[in-house]
């Protein structure tokens, strides 16, 4: 079988046009268009007539997030990125909220990389951004904790700390 | 001035309306300056700041044209672009000056209208494809092409029109000096334009604002047409960076061009022996050329006649190209009727393109029950 064909095409005072044809013989087609919205078409096999949805460059975002397959809830964020290069390897990066039972405890003292082998690479604490947090910070309930690892790591993570 | 701001106070409300109910904007710009202007209540006139204006409207127009127009990429796709492009312009092109040239215009003057009634307005069709959801469908990319061979045309047509009442040889050889000159500074000069254009203080929208002005200016001082000079600016900008360009010059071309149309509302005038017959005929023939080059492209192109009423569907509406064409060569009388036939076609095109799926439709399960129908031992 043939792999899904994508083509991308640049359309003079439209924008860009990628299209997949899928296994199923139905196609998708996405453009980014110049006023700055994304439409997705989506076209039955043999059908004539497309079905379409408008959407905001952060409701596509979030369309993206959804069909890379990674983890998502009502207000916390995933993104999965497939390096196909790397023997597939899939690193996935999630925001959580940090409950109130883990509030006060260091990553050092929550022994999260040893645990899990997931790693806190940034911290979002009152608008403001705490990159790369050493094993002495200590979170706060409200903060928001950026954590990258391999997609069964994040999950370790996601039950044995954000639970404790 | 008073009536300047009353023009502007009017376009903002209409282009509200406009947006509110997806309905082209141009058309309702130009019936309000008739409306205000001499032919109506005659509560707005053109003075030397709406001239100012307008004049400013058609250069960033034509500026932004040059920016879009992607040469390598016509090169790339010849036969998408010709094909389609070509057919366009025998028959509506042909159609649009033989019945002008009929209809009493002279040579030149049919000219000029049948230019006006054969190009496209890039702006509504683009426009209403993105808005109607139309962009999927393969006829969307043939109509795209058409568009852009028309901008093609367009400058063909500016520089034929222009050149006619020159000394050619001069002319031939100002334009290609001008041309060389403004390649060569976009081409050498690359890293210092996109190091202007990544700014992020007041300097890269004055620089273009600038670059047009003056461009324009220069290419006035030389005698050679300002609107090819401003193009080809838009052309090879587009070598650096066309879409800095293209944020920059936005706010210009969007508030200028609205005054552009306006003003030309305003200038248009009944009474010096418009005949409504004649414009009723163009009106009419406007949108029947469409579809018959229509029909063409998409017998040739996709092979069946559906696509010919979608491509007509979305093709209908002229607009600020044919303005462009009646304000710089037009007489008072073919400005009148270029002005009536853009109001027609953009309001009926408007309608077409919104409901050609669902006409396409209608004539779809009316064949199938005609062969229903038909069939010897169906039904009972």
């Excluded at chain 2, 009929?102 to 069709?125: C, D, R």
């Excluded at chain 2, 552009?260 to 949108?287: K, M, P, R």
């Excluded at chain 2, 002005?339 to 027609?344: G, K, L, T």
Aim: charged share 15%; proline share 3%.
């Amino acid at each position: 079988m043939s792999a899904m064909a994508l083509r991308s095409l640049n359309l003079p005072g439209i924008g860009t046009k990628y299209e997949i044809e899928t296994d199923k013989g139905d196609t998708i087609a996405v453009f980014f268009t110049k006023t700055g919205t994304i439409q997705m078409y989506t076209l039955q096999k043999d059908s004539q007539t497309p079905s379409a949805a408008v959407m905001t460059p952060v409701e596509a975002r979030r369309l993206g997030n959804i069909l890379t397959g990674a983890i998502i809830e009502a207000d916390q964020e995933s993104v999965e990125i497939a390096f196909s290069a790397l023997a597939d390897l899939r690193i996935t990066i999630h925001t959580y909220f940090i409950p109130k039972s883990i509030t006060g405890r260091t990553i050092e003292d929550l022994q999260i990389r040893a645990k899990t082998g997931a790693t806190i690479i940034a911290v979002c604490r009152h608008d403001k951004n705490i990159i790369n947090p050493p094993p002495t910070f200590a979170f706060e309930t409200g903060d928001a904790a950026l954590v990258i690892g391999e997609s069964d790591q994040i999950k370790k993570f996601e039950r044995e700390i954000m639970v404790e | 001035m008073e009536g300047f701001i009353i023009a502007l106070f009017v376009c903002l409300v209409l282009a509200l309306i406009s947006k509110y109910l997806s309905v082209p904007a141009i058309p309702f710009y130009i019936l309000a300056g008739i409306v205000l202007g001499q032919a109506g209540l005659g509560i707005v006139e053109s003075d030397k700041v709406s001239t100012f204006f307008s004049d400013m409207g058609l250069l960033f127009l034509l500026f932004f044209m040059g920016l879009e127009m992607k040469l390598d990429r016509i090169i790339a796709n010849p036969s998408k672009v010709l094909t389609g492009g070509l057919i366009g312009l025998t028959v509506d092109m042909g159609i649009g000056f033989i019945a002008a040239y009929l209809l009493g215009f002279t040579l030149m003057e049919a000219f000029v209208v049948g230019a006006a009634f054969y190009i496209t307005s890039t702006a509504i069709v683009i426009t209403s494809l993105i808005e109607n959801r139309k962009l999927m469908s393969r006829e969307a990319e043939t109509i795209i092409w058409v568009t852009v061979f028309e901008d093609l045309v367009l400058i063909i047509i500016l520089a034929v029109l222009s050149a006619s009442d020159q000394n050619l040889l001069l002319f031939f050889v100002k334009v290609a000096l001008a041309l060389a000159f403004i390649y060569a500074i976009s081409l050498y000069g690359k890293e210092f334009l996109i190091s202007i254009l990544e700014r992020n203080d007041e300097i890269p929208i004055l620089f273009t604002f600038a670059a047009v002005l003056t461009t324009a200016s220069v290419a006035i001082y030389l005698e050679i047409p300002e609107t090819l000079m401003v193009i080809a600016l838009g052309a090879a900008f587009a070598i650096t960076d066309p879409d800095a360009f293209e944020q920059h010059a936005r706010p210009f071309r969007d508030v200028f061009m609205v005054m552009f149309f306006v003003f030309f509302g305003v200038t248009i005038d009944f009474v010096s022996g418009i005949d409504w017959f004649v414009v009723a005929i163009i009106c009419t023939l406007a949108i029947l050329s469409k579809l018959i080059s229509g029909m063409i492209i998409g017998l040739v192109i996709h092979g069946s006649t559906l696509s010919g009423l979608e491509i007509w569907a979305n093709m209908i509406s002229r607009g600020e190209f044919s303005i462009a064409l009646a304000v710089l060569y037009g007489s008072p009388i073919i400005a009148t009727t270029i002005a009536i036939m853009v109001i027609v076609t953009s309001i009926v095109g408007a309608f077409t393109a919104k409901y050609s799926t669902w006409m396409r439709r209608g004539i779809i399960s009316h064949s199938r029950k005609k062969a229903l129908m038909y069939r010897p031992h169906g039904g009972k």
